[in-house]
């Protein structure tokens, strides 16, 4: 059997999404710049786009929606727009947490060198950070609260309404990178006092190479790519309409059957957490409830999670360690240690994102296979045998 569960790293497109872009290819190729008719029908299907887009954000208008690469150009011109909004007013400082995805955590680090001051949030043990941590931490100077909405590696939901709710009273703007959490979770970034938010097609059964960014109206957006007077100016480039097509023609379907998703997804969901919990020195990394229903992330004592996942795929098991964005590096998650995971115990963590393809079968065949590989593999490593022979304490 082959099981694919590495949802959180990439999506298969589904039928939808492929019908809708392939017009766009030979038929519906027109420029949407273009006065010509081609170009107009293009035009038709970009703004009908847009408010697909718009419809399930719950944005005021259809132009507040601007069309990007996907969620880290949107990440980098929600930042880079805010800091300059904060610089021309003299406001210096910026407010995200110690686990956001590295498109946030990178374009904060060029913003120090530009004179930014950023404050990272502590993560508490359960992955959840707090309104409360937010106000504490907001200052005269704050110019941004950068916070995601839903973890990409162990999945927690932060509580945005409640952190928009603090940004909004202290006239602080608020973003949320919320690349999982779209198509996944209900979002209205109105009633969630959400300023911008960033996300990307290919996570909700989209096509990769696009994705969108929310700013509400009268925010002044900084280009990251200049060039032509797309996007209202604010992203220069032709823009991809098959795949913006195929990106509205899948949020239209997975919005359309989020509550039947989620049902199926958290059943499954809680069949791997219940299991998987069973094999010896294994904790579950963020809140058992409180988190995507379509994510599973654990840290297994005694092992190297590189091998895991190598023997894992040998059985037709396709996983992750954590974020594929970082899946070629040797270093732990930064994601778990600042959960407060030992490096040791973040060295072997497992991350299982499903999506509403995944069958019970397929869950049933996890179980089986993964207590093997973690027995073989602890029974081959020297490390286990010193924890279970009491040269070394146990961690977990």
């Known amino acids: 059997m082959n099981v694919y569960v590495d949802n959180a790293a990439t999506t298969a497109v589904s039928k939808t999404a492929l019908d809708a872009m392939l017009p766009c290819f030979q038929e ?61 007013q003299g406001k210096m400082h910026i407010i995200s947490t110690a686990f956001e995805h590295h498109a946030i955590l990178h374009t904060l680090q060029a913003l120090q060198k530009e004179g930014f001051e950023v404050t990272l949030l502590d993560i508490p043990a359960d992955g959840v950070v707090t309104a409360q941590q937010v106000k504490e931490a907001i200052r005269p100077d704050t110019c941004l609260v950068t916070v995601m909405f839903a973890n990409n590696e162990i999945g927690t939901v932060m509580p945005i309404a409640e952190i928009g709710k603090v940004c909004h009273e202290a006239g602080v703007l608020f973003h949320t990178d919320a690349v999982q959490a779209v198509g996944h979770l209900p979002i209205d970034v109105q009633a969630m006092h959400i300023d911008m938010l960033s996300c990307s097609a290919h996570k909700f059964h989209g096509p990769k190479g696009v994705g969108a960014l929310y700013v509400r109206r009268n925010i002044p957006l900084t280009n990251v790519i200049h060039g032509g007077a797309q996007e209202r100016g604010k992203r220069a480039g032709t823009e991809n309409i098959p795949g913006i097509c195929g990106a509205a023609a899948a949020l239209e379907e997975i919005c359309g059957k989020m509550e039947e998703n989620t049902a199926k997804l958290t059943a499954m969901r809680d069949k791997l957490i219940e299991g998987i919990m069973q094999i010896p020195h294994t904790v579950l990394n963020g809140d058992a409830k409180r988190r995507l229903p379509n994510n599973v992330n654990v840290c297994f004592e005694g092992i190297e ?31 778990l240690l600042a959960l407060g995971r030992p490096h040791e115990i973040a060295h072997g963590s497992l991350r299982l994102s499903l999506s509403d393809y995944n069958t019970m079968e397929e869950m049933d065949y996890i179980l089986e296979t993964l207590p093997g590989v973690i027995q073989y593999l602890r029974d081959m490593s020297p490390v286990w045998d010193a924890l279970e022979s009491g040269k070394m304490p146990h961690i977990i």
Request: proline share 4%; hydrophobic share 40%; aromatic share 4%.
């Open 305 to 335: 999670g590189e091998s895991m996942l190598l023997w894992l795929d040998a059985k037709g098991i396709a996983a992750s360690s954590g974020s594929a964005c970082t899946s070629g590096s040797l270093d732990p998650s930064h994601v």
């Open 28 to 88: 519906l190729y027109g420029n949407p710049s273009s006065l010509h008719t081609p170009g107009q029908l293009a035009a038709e299907k970009l703004a009908a786009a847009r408010e697909v887009f718009a419809k399930h954000l719950n944005a005021a208008q259809p132009r507040e929606i601007i069309f990007t690469s996907g969620g880290s150009e949107a990440d980098n011109q929600a930042l880079r727009s805010a800091a300059a909004i904060g610089k021309r």
